[in-house]
C-alpha cells in the first residue's frame, strides 16, 4: 500500500516574511512604469463617429502627426514598409522585377497561338456545326 503523506512541518513565520520580502523585490527590480503610451500599429483601428446632433470639439482639433504616421504606415504593403523580407512566406515574391528583358518577338520564350490552315479549318468547321 502507498504510504500516508508525510505531515507538513508548520510555517515559519520569519522565514516566509522574508521569502515575501525578497519576491517583492526582485518584482519592483524589474518593473518599469510606462508614461507614454501609443496604439499598437499591428492591431486595427476602428473608428466610432460621434453623434450626428452633436458637435465635437475634438473634431475641430489637429490631428496627431505621430498617430497619421503610425496609421499611414500600417496599410503599407511589405515591400513598401521593410528592406527584405520578414518571414519565409514574403519571400516568395518579394521580387517582383524580372531577371531578364524579354522581348515579345523571341520565339525561344513566347509561345503565342498561331493559326495554320488546319486550325483554320478546324475553327471553321466547329463554327458550322
Not at 512541518?9 to 515575501?20: N, R
Not at 526582485?26 to 473608428?47: A, D, G, M
Amino acid at each position: 500500500m502507498a504510504k500516508p503523506p508525510a505531515e507538513k512541518p508548520p510555517k515559519d513565520m520569519v522565514h516566509q516574511l522574508a521569502f515575501d520580502r525578497e519576491s517583492i523585490r526582485k518584482e519592483l527590480h524589474s518593473l518599469k512604469l510606462k508614461t507614454t503610451f501609443n496604439i499598437n500599429p499591428r492591431s486595427k483601428f476602428h473608428c466610432i463617429t460621434g453623434k450626428p446632433n452633436v458637435q465635437d470639439l475634438e473634431m475641430d482639433s489637429e490631428e496627431d502627426q505621430n498617430l497619421a504616421k503610425i496609421l499611414w504606415r500600417n496599410f503599407l504593403e511589405p515591400r513598401m514598409k521593410y528592406t527584405v523580407p520578414q518571414t519565409e512566406a514574403q519571400e516568395i515574391g518579394w521580387i517582383t522585377t524580372p531577371l531578364i528583358d524579354t522581348d515579345p518577338k523571341d520565339r525561344r520564350l513566347n509561345f503565342h497561338r498561331r493559326s495554320n490552315e488546319i486550325t483554320k479549318f478546324v475553327a471553321l468547321s466547329s463554327k458550322t456545326t
